[in-house]
């Protein structure tokens, strides 16, 4: 079956220290997305890609970054700089067509230890 | 100008009621609204949209209805039950960037 896989699906980060967030997609989509999710926040976006080899941030992107190599990967780093990260991160895929909507990933659930 | 409003933050409902959510956009070079639905622990499932050109859409027990000259739409679930209950999410965005907007979801409970 298609769909998006994020891992891990729990994941703890100790003070100082960066981690990276896996996603990987086998529905062929250009696009994809993280979003941080925080309670009674919504969703924000982080950084997106609608193509390989490029990405851009987007609205809360500090203390983050991602590469995109490959149509069918795009990891996310925390970085130490992100000074609260803990939260509930989505990664999403698209394939941009007019009628697109966003397929999620599980999740992966951050804590700061 | 990016904003999508969402209210209520939580809702309340008897089974069979009509909970109603509602959202409001500023951009107006805004041209597709999504609504998610998502369970806990796991990632939002896209439930309806809805494009600027028309007034309502339904699927099922759900139906979006949309005023554009008050950039304003809203969530209704007809006959509502207890499998309802989850977070709801509206979004906006321009569909040429693939760039959504969420509002803050909506809490929903139903009781049997």
Not at chain 1, 87 to 96: N, Q
Not at chain 2, 8 to 36: H, M, R
Not at chain 2, 80 to 103: E, H, M, R, V, W
């Amino acid at each position: 079956d298609g769909g998006i896989t994020q891992s891990p699906k729990y994941l703890f980060r100790k003070e100082g220290q960066n981690v990276t967030l896996s996603c990987e997609q086998n529905l062929n989509h250009d696009a994809m997305y993280w979003y941080r999710q925080d309670p009674g926040q919504g969703l924000r976006l982080i950084y997106y890609s609608q193509i390989v080899n490029d990405f851009q941030k987007g609205d809360i992107a500090e203390g983050y970054s991602v590469s995109r190599e490959k149509k069918e990967s795009f990891p996310l780093t925390v970085t130490s700089a992100q000074k609260n990260p803990t939260a509930f991160y989505l990664c999403a895929s698209t394939d941009g067509l007019w009628d697109y909507g966003y397929t999620f990933g599980s999740g992966t659930r951050l804590t700061v230890v | 100008q990016q904003q999508v409003k969402q209210s209520p933050q939580s809702l309340i409902v008897q089974k069979g009621g009509i909970p109603i959510i509602n959202c409001a956009y500023e951009n107006t070079a805004f041209d597709y609204f999504p609504w998610y639905q998502q369970f806990p622990g796991k990632g939002p499932a896209l439930l309806i949209a809805i494009r600027p050109d028309v007034s309502e859409k339904k699927e099922g027990r759900f139906t979006i209805s949309f005023n554009k000259s008050a950039k304003q739409f809203s969530l209704h679930i007809m006959d509502s039950q207890p499998g309802d209950s989850a977070t709801y999410f509206c979004a906006g965005g321009p569909s040429n960037t693939g760039k959504l907007i969420f509002g803050q979801g909506t809490t929903l409970q139903v009781k049997p």
